[in-house]
């Protein structure tokens, strides 16, 4: 069983368990969806094959239930990032390294409160790069968890931008290092680069082609694991 597929039946039934406990008023309601949890947490703990271990298994749980809102601000949803396919004059692509994983990726970050998206992407991209970028349009809206990305639940939101000034300066704690790269000297690892590479570099290159998203798997709550 792929990873991925454990680590998002995992996140789903934590996700409808908390949602539950959020809006029923109902003991026995909050009992079965604390029990839910439970199963959760079992299915990510093999999804990490780690140890059967009962107390990590609880702790996960009151993490989970530490999270737990009444009403709409109990629901639930996937957090939202941002992405950004830089390109220069070159046709080249900006990418980092990143410093937690060693994996290489366009910059991303997570959606600050008080900023529209574009936002976001120019302060996160000079942040992490040094480069001052316009964000020219949305390319992509992509499941982290599908992709690979993460392993928290995300909606990544990715724009293609222009570089338009600055110069390479890799964020001391975020990135080992930054770069430009072709299509044909992009390093590795990459994460997800199957899904995205043809759609970010068509941008880069002028071409205009519609919002890529992810395909709706057949059955939805299984779907198939050979595909993304």
Known sequence: MPLKTLLRWSESLA??????????????????????????ADIRFVADEEPEDS??????????????????????????????????????????QRADSGIWLYPTGWCDVGYSAAEVV???VEEETGIEVEPVRLIAVLDGLRLGFTRVPLYSLLFYCRAVGGSLQPHPL?????????????????????????VVFAALAGEHRDVLYDSVRQPMWRGDAQKI
């Open 174 to 198: 975020e990135c080992r290092d930054v770069g430009w790269f072709t299509r044909e000297t992009m390093p590795s690892p990459l994460v997800g680069s199957e899904r995205w590479t043809d």
């Open 122 to 124: 120019v302060k996160e």
């Open 55 to 96: 107390h990590a298994a609880a702790g996960l749980v009151q993490e989970w239930m530490d999270t737990v809102g009444k009403g709409v601000p109990g629901y639930v949803t996937p957090k939202v990032a941002v992405g950004a396919a830089v390109g220069n004059d070159r046709g080249e692509l900006l990418l980092i």
């Open 15 to 40: 996700g409808i368990a908390r949602t539950g406990l959020g809006f029923t008023e109902s003991l026995y309601e909050q009992e079965r969806f604390e029990e839910i949890l439970k199963v959760a």
